[in-house]
């Protein structure tokens, strides 16, 4: 299977590590450690080294409670790295949800549009949806992802009942629609958007009934890096999982991540790509054998 982007067709017979890129001073995990567009850069740089195969770039935080950036200040933050990560020779996705920035990413060489909202969200001042942006287009990638209302009301009254169905109707949906404007099926990735609305026990459904979600015939993204539930699962205290210390995240990001590929993930993304990388070593050398 190939997941065809504007640059590169991606392999996706072997599991890929996608490289998160945070151009943001809040983001929920590492707010702040690449704010700069200099900070930025290196840190694409290294993440390559690690062994990333695409990079995914993000100038909005999407932690639960986050407020709307204005589309200036994400474009002044993105910009500068994907003109920057377009000549290292991967493939280069860039996280929003606003088309005026999906325009400009694409206009300067991106890949992929990586969005939590689907192509769902609307901006009044602006001619053009993201679903047109991308249809117009003609050859991006495009990753759909499931959430439910929105950041700033996602985790104050999250879903109910079985997720499985209710996720796997709604990636359906948003598919076929733009399916119908033209983009063809193998540009088009799925991700069940794991934390995005859900409480944990739906979060590990979604992880233990995966497979039921590649019955869509698209490839999947599979984001559980350093996410809550993680640690809800991990620690003992309340107090304990409200932390933001990243390292002790580490070790249940990477095993999450392996089940991920082990369930039929194609992608991954993931914070600690070295250390994401080398697992999934280990489980190929033991499919192989």
Known sequence: MFWHTTRYPIDLTKPLVM????????????????ASSAAAMAHCDQLLKDGAAILDI???????????????????????????????????????????????????????????????????????????????????????????RDPQTMQVAPMEGDVVPQVLSFLERLAQDLRGLGVEKPRICIDPGIGFGKTVPQNFALLARQRELLALGYPLLAGWSRKSSLAAVTQTSLAAVATLDVHERMVPSVAAAVLAVQNGASIVRVHDVRETVQALKVLAAMQAA
């Open 19 to 34: 490289g998160i890129v945070n151009v943001t001073p809040d983001s929920f995990s590492d707010g702040g450690q690449h």
């Open 58 to 148: 993000g100038g909005e935080s999407t932690r639960p409670g986050a407020l709307t950036l204005p589309v200036d200040e994400e474009l002044a933050r993105v910009l500068p790295v994907v003109r920057h990560a377009v000549t290292l020779g991967v493939p280069v996705s860039v996280d929003t949800y606003k088309p005026q920035v999906m325009q400009a990413v694409l206009d300067m060489g991106a890949d992929i549009i990586n969005d939590i909202w689907a192509l769902r969200w609307r901006d009044p001042s602006f001619h053009v949806t993201g679903q047109e942006v991308v249809a117009r287009h003609g050859s991006c990638g495009v990753c759909l992802m499931h959430m439910h």
